[in-house]
């Protein structure tokens, strides 16, 4: 059948085919000239192509590199037809700089079983669209890992942007190290070595982030390992009598699965307030569990209670004026940010404080007579808010600053006859009230009610729209009741709420609604 | 000064016969340009032609001791229009520039030049930005050699071919008084490789003699009764030069095969991506060796019709390859063959997309259609139905359709334009949306998440001309934005200056980053920095102001968003006639970094006291709403999920990239978001004294903060005495 039979057959010769996936800025272009030195300096040819553009601002994109062995002899009259772009099945090692880059390339067809090595950092560069969501938009690594363990022939997979920082080098040289290790091509580690030593720029670090990254890619990954295992803290005394009394009644009182939870709750709450604030959280908590015994709850592990313990802490506190003064003097929160900022000893730190108090937050500070007093006078409240409502920028570290935010945090005592207390207070139990009616009828709806919590959060007007979100989504909630399927679209709603700023997935989630009831 | 230095790089253009060059395709062509005894040369930076310009403009010691003249071109006109100087004078000149946005703009002097005619050869080198990675309208340069009967070169994208066609292109341009266009497309002008060089030379006569000896000859004018003889001239005498130029020295090229039945036509670019979709199909090694004989056109106009009816006469069948739209070639040799009575069937577009690039897989699916279709027996069973398992069927690789994100670019780490955008957004939010006509820049990165600001984009510099139909009376005004790259290239003109005749109201924010930042950085009329080669230091409030506005406004920090805000406001209220311009102006990250920081190190390593910013986020006070990242989009500031098993949602942070550029604290404070951003200012080499005082601060900011940890329940352990 084949033409071609009886003919001089064609050689196959097949270049090694490298793609490199990185985020403009990335330093993909360092980890192409030391891949271009290294095939040249043992006698390979190599042709590299990219297309910089405007990706090379964040973006994403791709390099790609040709590269074989020409016999010295041949290398005058043999010239490769090399490729200038990726295709789909025809990779033999891609590189991805971050971890969805690596899903990109799984994507776009270029890791296939037969031919291509993996070699991937798992950490994450959250694109702008993962970042903005108000809820959590991040999207899920381990679909990525499930992709890239059927299709490539070998993965290599760590986080080298922790071993770029823990060497202080650069990602480029940790990649660098795990091609090195993972032989794709037959050079010897020293040659690896000897191109970063005369590319002559951080030759020290980007060799200490070559080396750590070819030990680490030795190591395979059988499993996904997630970087932040879910923190269950436990019921336990810390020394302090009133609220070990406290620990030791939850731990008694409440079954054991709302532990963890109870735990941080308490937490919570105390820290917020003080001991009583954390017996108030637990009469409620309490009010609660006796409910969800009667309707069944043991054996829903008492979900309900677990649940409760979440939100009503988060209800319980708050973020006011003292709430926000006091994390902002701790102890702990100064050396917190010596180390996030990663200052050295010897240097000197100042820290300045971005705020801005509208007359919304003074008036929720005051006294509640003296604060209702002021927002029923709209005149008023609008002078006021005149003479308040400006940036602030508060020197925390400097004396001035930290003794004003010190006071103001020593305030929180009077916080039990703020306005803002009350409102929030009644908000909470009107919200209680709904979660203890729909749980007679309806377990799940019950569970959903609670998480609507997440939607009131942020300050100032993200805050008003969170809680004009939280409304709406009850409210509907609430025509929802007798429908079997209620939890699952209180659900819907409040995933939609969390989509976008301005609730315009969840106008569309509410029309749904709307078209059936 | 540019981006990316290319001081390193200058060596490699001083390399003499039989040394090999190794480097980048658009490097390689600035080589050429040298080995060609070019005279001058002009251009503007744009993808991929930028680096042409850097190099140059780092080489230009080497330039001056060859004698050959630089111009870095105020835009594509003013670079075209410098081949002029190759119109009476046997001197060779190059111009380059992006394409087709710039052979857009230079095409008045391009079509000017082709009528002329030319006596020393005149080269444009156009980087074709077309296919992925491409930033403009997908479009072809082919149809302006059409039109101007310019000769269009199009080689094989390796070294030796491209550099090749450089000194080729002279020759032709020499041979038939015409000017050559050199299209290189990105990958090709991106591409390493080598080629063995040869010796630059000077240019056999100088510009300086010509300035001194100065020849006119009236028919060269473009100007009745001349540009009608020129045209005839074209036709009659210019073209049949170039065609027996380009048939007696082969710039076209045969790869014969042993099937002689059918054949391909390829452009020259295209020519890596047939013989690889061929040895994909068991037809090709990675030698060039083919069993179908390929016609190259490295000469993509003219074409050359006996070559042509040559390759096809006794084929059944070929295909042309020839990217983009509209099929030029594929209708032009159709005609040939109907012509000529050949009857072989004519492949093309029927196999291969109309438009859009032609990647790996549509090459391979294209030459595999027209196989089937031609000569079905050379196709193997596997290559006819390649039976490998698709990825793309896997539930595990099409469930990442779902997960991966989308990541177009955006605006680098602490860039000055941010707090512009985010600053309108507060507006927006405010007043509601304004018509907003965008410009090209790095600032048209507003038109993406997060900022989602602008609605058009109509040309380099015509941003605010693309809002002159907005002039009437209504209840808003139009915002147009144009940046200083934009300004100068022809904005001055063509935006401002349109605006004040016409008596336009709208809001212009010129936004000036003292460089042409997304092309690279490159110095312009309004930059601050000291050019040893160039005047800088020119205003744009002084030129906006000379031309007749009275509503100006500078802001030297684009940071303070509420300055920002605020000055958009008054724009927008302001009643008088006439446009109100905002020249919003601080520098370029990107480029202040570059110069900042090793100064910053050096100074620290001397041991001298500097400060630098930096924020963060106290995440116990963020509650992950990310109204924050929804005003700024910045590359530091990102999220992460916390240990409190509270908090459901990540908590906004701030990685160590952070420039301490203030915008996030000035958004928030703006925008009264929350108060979880702090500035901390990181002390380095502190003074004695500073010292002194700081640990007495300390002392006592410590001892309350003890004392009230000792006094809470959850701390009381914890706090030491």
């Known amino acids: 059948m084949s033409t071609s039979s009886g003919r001089a057959p064609l050689d196959t010769t097949r270049p090694l085919s490298i793609a490199i996936m990185a985020l403009g800025g990335q330093g993909g272009g360092v980890l192409v000239d030391w891949l271009v030195a290294l095939c040249e300096a043992n006698g390979w040819v190599a042709q590299a192509s990219s297309v910089p553009g405007v990706a090379q601002r964040t973006g994403a994109t791709v390099y790609y590199i040709e590269t074989l062995s020409v016999p010295p002899a041949a290398r005058g009259t043999l010239r490769p037809v090399l490729g200038l772009m990726a295709a789909a099945g025809e990779v033999d090692v891609v590189v991805a700089a971050e971890w969805m880059e690596a899903g990109r390339a799984i994507l776009r067809g270029l890791v296939t079983p037969d031919r291509t090595t993996l070699i991937a950092s798992t950490h994450r560069a959250y694109a702008v669209v993962e970042k903005q969501t108000p809820g959590d938009g991040i999207a899920d690594p381990v679909a990525v890992f499930e992709a890239a363990k059927s299709c490539a022939r070998r993965l290599i997979a760590f986080d080298m942007a922790a071993v770029a920082e823990e060497t202080r080098s650069a990602i480029s040289a940790v990649l660098f190290g795990a091609i090195a290790a993972s032989k794709v091509l037959p050079f010897a580690r020293e040659s690896y070595e000897a191109v970063i030593r005369s590319a002559g720029i951080g030759v020290e670090a980007s060799l200490r982030g070559f080396a750590r990254g070819y030990e680490r890619a030795t190591l395979p990954l059988d499993r996904w390992q997630d970087e932040r295992p879910a923190v269950r803290p436990a019921l336990a005394p810390v020394g302090h009598a009133a609220f070990d009394a406290l620990v030791a009644r939850a731990r008694d009182q409440f079954p054991a699965p709302c532990h963890d939870m109870l ?16 017996r108030d959280y637990l009469d409620l908590l309490a009010g609660l569990l006796a409910l969800d015994r009667s309707i069944g709850g043991e054996a829903r592990g008492f979900a309900l209670t677990r649940t409760a313990a979440k939100y009503v802490a988060l209800a319980m506190a708050y973020d006011d004026v003292y709430r926000v003064a006091e994390l902002k003097t701790r102890g702990s929160r100064f050396s917190r940010v010596r180390r996030e900022v990663a200052a050295a000893p010897d240097q000197l730190l100042d820290i300045t404080d971005y705020m801005h108090p509208r007359m919304d937050e003074i008036a929720g500070s005051l006294p509640a007579p003296l604060g209702r007093f002021i927002a029923r006078r709209p005149r008023l409240f609008r002078a006021l808010d005149r003479l308040v409502n400006r940036g602030r920028r508060v020197r925390t570290s400097r004396l001035g600053g930290f003794l004003l935010l010190y006071a103001l945090a020593g305030l929180r005592r009077f916080r ?31 569970l959903e009610l609670l998480a609507c919590r997440r939607l009131v959060k942020g300050y100032s007007d993200t805050y008003s729209r969170g809680r004009s979100k939280f409304d709406r989504v009850m409210a509907a909630a609430k025509r929802l009741e007798e429908r079997n399927d209620a939890a699952a679209w209180v659900r819907r709603l409040r995933e939609a709420a969390l989509r976008d700023e301005d609730g315009a997935a969840l106008d569309g989630a509410l029309k749904t609604v709307e078209s059936f009831l | 000064m540019a981006e990316r230095s290319f001081a390193s790089e200058v060596h490699k253009l001083t390399l003499g016969d039989g040394q090999e060059f190794r480097g980048e395709g658009i490097l390689a062509i600035t080589k050429a340009l040298l080995q060609s005894g070019v005279g001058y040369v002009g251009g503007y930076q744009g993808a991929p032609i930028s680096h042409l310009m850097d190099v140059l403009s780092d080489a230009q010691e080497l330039l001056a001791r060859l004698g050959v003249q630089f111009s870095a071109s105020a835009s594509e006109a003013a670079a075209a229009a410098s081949l002029a100087a190759s119109i009476m004078y046997p001197i060779r000149g190059a111009v380059a520039f992006k394409a ?6 230079a095409s008045d002097a391009l079509a000017n030049l082709a009528s002329s005619g030319v006596t020393g050869g005149a080269l444009i080198i156009v980087g074709e930005d077309y296919g992925e990675g491409s930033s403009i309208m997908q479009e072809r340069s082919h149809a302006f050699a059409m039109k101007s009967q310019i000769w269009l070169l199009d080689p094989r994208p390796n070294l030796p071919s491209i550099v090749k066609a450089v000194e080729d292109g002279f020759e032709l341009s020499e041979a038939s008084n015409t000017p050559v266009m050199l299209e290189v497309r990105i990958r090709a002008c991106h591409l390493h490789g080598s080629f063995i060089a040869k010796d630059n ?10 300035l001194e000896n100065p020849r006119r000859d009236v028919n060269r004018i473009v100007l009745p009764p001349a540009s009608y003889l020129q045209e005839r001239d074209k036709i009659a005498r210019r073209l049949p030069a170039a065609i027996e130029f380009i048939k007696s020295r082969r710039l076209n090229e045969v790869f014969d095969g042993e099937e002689k039945t059918i054949g391909i036509i390829a452009q020259g670019g295209m020519y890596n991506g047939v013989v690889r979709a061929l040895m994909r199909l068991g037809l090709a090694d990675l030698w060039g060796t083919t069993r179908v004989p390929i016609y190259v056109m490295n000469v993509t106009y003219p074409l050359i019709d006996d070559e042509i009816a040559g390759f096809c006469a006794g084929k059944r069948a070929v295909l042309v390859v020839e990217e983009g739209q509209p099929d030029f070639i594929e209708q032009a040799i159709g005609s040939i063959l109907r012509k000529r009575d050949i009857n072989t069937a004519l492949s093309g577009k029927d196999v291969l997309p109309m438009a859009g690039e032609y990647t790996a897989e549509v090459m391979l699916a294209g030459l595999r259609a027209f196989l089937a279709k031609a000569a079905p027996d050379l196709l193997t069973d596997r290559a006819r139905a390649p039976n490998r398992p698709n990825v793309a069927d896997d539930p595990r690789v099409r469930a990442l359709e779902r997960v991966v994100p989308p990541r177009g670019p955006g605006f680098c780490t602490g860039c000055p334009e941010r707090p512009i955008f985010a600053a309108m957004k507060l507006v927006e939010k405010e007043l509601g949306p304004h018509h907003v006509a965008a410009d090209i820049g790095c600032h048209l990165f507003s038109i993406l998440p997060p900022f989602n600001i602008g609605t058009t984009t109509m040309g380099y510099g015509l941003g605010p001309a693309s809002a002159a139909a907005f002039n009437v009376p209504a209840g808003k005004k139009s915002i147009s934005i144009i940046g200083d790259g934009g300004f100068w290239h022809n904005g ?3 935006s401002i200056g349109n605006a004040v005749y016409n008596k336009h109201d709208g809001v212009i924010v010129v936004i000036d980053n003292f460089y042409a930042s997304a092309t690279g950085g490159q110095d312009l009329l309004s930059s601050r920095a000291d050019n040893r080669t160039r005047s800088t230091g020119h205003p744009i409030t002084k030129a906006v102001e000379g031309i007749g506005v009275h509503w100006v406004r500078q802001i030297d920090r684009t940071y303070d968003v509420a300055r920002m805000r605020d000055t958009l406001k008054e724009a927008l209220s302001n009643s008088e006639p006439g446009p109100k311009v905002i020249v919003a102006a601080s520098e370029c990250m990107l480029n202040r970094q570059r110069r900042e920081k090793p100064l910053f190190d050096k100074a620290v390593q001397g041991g001298e006291r500097r400060v630098r910013p930096r924020f963060g986020v106290d995440e116990d006070v963020c509650t992950g709403d990310h109204a924050c990242i929804r005003l700024s989009g910045c590359p530091s500031l990102s999220v992460k999920r916390t240990d409190d098993p509270l908090k459901d949602d990540p908590v906004a942070a701030i990685d160590d990239t952070c420039v301490g550029c203030g915008n996030c604290g000035e958004v928030a404070d703006a925008a009264v978001l929350c108060p979880s951003f702090y500035q901390a200012d990181i002390v380095y080499n502190p003074r004695p004294l500073e010292r002194l005082r700081s640990r007495l601060r300390n002392a006592i900011i410590g ?19």
């Not at chain 1, 937490?267 to 307030?273: E, S, T």
């Not at chain 2, 030379?201 to 010509?210: D, G, I, N, S």
Request: hydrophobic content about 40%; charged content about 25%.
């Open chain 1, 263 to 278: 735990a941080a709750g308490l937490a919570r709450v105390v820290d917020f307030q003080d001991v009583d604030y954390g």
């Open chain 1, 416 to 446: 039990r006859g703020t306005l803002r207390h009350q409102t929030e207070m009644a908000h909470r139990d009107a919200w209680l009230a709904r979660v203890r009616e729909a749980a007679a009828k309806n377990y799940d709806l019950a």
């Open chain 2, 100 to 105: 087709t946005v710039g052979t857009n703009v």
């Open chain 2, 201 to 210: 030379k000077p240019p056999a006569f100088t510009l300086r003699q010509a």
């Open chain 2, 492 to 494: 001055l003109a063509s």
């Open chain 2, 703 to 721: 001892f309350l903060q003890r004392r009230r940890a000792r006094r809470h329940p959850l701390t009381t352990q914890a706090a030491p005495a």
